[in-house]
């Protein structure tokens, strides 16, 4: 299996479910244990002052940029022009109490409450298709790379219980909302007037106003200083927490990026709404939206994924180190998990035309 960091597809995991039983895999799930809230975070209110439409958002100016990168994964070349009209963006990742907020308005249940319809996927075994989530449970030690050692779909789990039945958001209001799929995202953006980010929308954002190859939007300062929620130590088995945080914090913890965007590297994965493919084109483009989904050719059972971005609490140098603008990895859209979440976008200009 490919070096990832992202969590098992759902056709690994039907395999995996066998092989964990047969080993009698015991690990415990993480949660997060702040050592302290540091910087803006520790007065960050949870939500935005004011109900307007651009609440809790900031307005990014039009641009053109060098989209990809040739230096890094394979999956992000070719480093290409892209262009972007002006849009505004969450300056947070959306977090628990935000998407309280939209539940207790709509009654709204997520995909990890509601369990996949068998009708829609057939071939999967019954504890893929029970309400649950994918959750990371450092193991002490580990055989081989198989990432089944350490994810594990428990059932029960959901962004009101992100660690497993008996955990619950009581003290993580603040932090990024998690087991979120890709139609949750959606719905929450839609209530709230709003889209999720395009990958070229993201990605222009998170570099905060800089352009070219981008070692320098990693997750560490020029003295290996954390600047951003990722793992220090050896993946998975190994977190020092150099940078205070074992799982997710809460948003805003760390230093804003040029344009004042918390948390575009690292905390949680982002979704966004384009359709993941490996790899981008040399052609110049404006405003992209991705690939169509029937060009992707989704064999019948499988689902296709969408572009998620950032990097995690759960990237590590040995491991995923995905956390700069131009990384990006698959998520499947029936699929949600631990490590990812998402903000959202406004497509408005900055003044209205007189
Ligand atoms: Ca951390
Ligand atoms: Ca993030």
Not at 222 to 247: E, R, S
């Amino acid at each position: 299996m490919r070096m990832r960091n992202v969590v098992l597809s759902l056709a690994e995991l039907a395999a995996a479910i066998g092989a964990l039983i047969a080993l009698g895999f015991v690990a415990v799930a993480v949660e997060a244990m702040p050592k302290a809230d540091v910087g803006s975070c520790a007065a960050y209110a949870g939500l935005p002052s004011g109900n307007h439409d651009t609440a809790g958002m900031t307005f990014i100016q039009a641009g053109t940029f060098a989209m990809g990168s040739e230096r890094h994964q394979p999956e992000e070349r070719f480093t290409h022009v892209a262009r972007v009209d002006g849009f505004w963006i969450d300056r947070h990742e959306v977090t628990n109490v935000q998407f309280k907020q939209f539940v207790d308005a709509t009654g709204y249940t997520t995909l990890a409450e509601r369990g996949l319809d068998p009708k829609e996927n057939p071939g999967l075994p019954k504890e893929l298709l029970a309400p649950g989530s994918m959750v990371f449970a450092q193991p002490s030690n580990i055989r081989g790379s198989e990432s089944s050692q350490w994810w594990q779909y428990i059932s029960g789990v959901s962004w009101r219980q992100p660690a497993g039945p008996r955990s619950s958001i009581a003290g993580k209001e603040n932090h990024p909302v998690v087991h979120i799929a890709y139609e949750d995202a959606l719905a929450y953006a839609r209530w709230r007037g709003r889209s999720l980010p395009t990958e070229a929308q993201w990605e222009f954002a998170a570099r905060g106003g800089r352009d070219g190859e981008d070692d320098w939007s990693s997750a560490f300062d020029v003295d290996g200083k954390p600047i951003a929620n990722t793992w220090q130590g050896i993946f998975p088995v190994l977190n020092t927490q150099d940078d205070g945080y074992a799982g997710t914090a809460s948003v805003g913890c760390f230093k804003p990026n040029g344009y004042g965007l918390y948390d575009m590297i690292g905390n949680v994965w982002e979704l966004t709404s384009d359709w993941y493919r490996g790899g981008h084109s040399r052609e110049t483009v404006a405003n992209p939206t991705g690939p169509e989904l029937v060009s992707l050719h989704v064999a019948t059972g499988q689902s296709a994924s969408r572009v998620i971005k950032g990097g995690s609490h759960l990237c590590a140098s040995n491991f995923c180190s995905r956390y700069r603008p131009a990384a990006r990895q698959p998520q499947e859209i029936n699929l949600s998990a631990a490590h990812v979440g998402f903000r959202t976008v406004l497509n408005k200009p900055l003044m209205k035309s007189p």
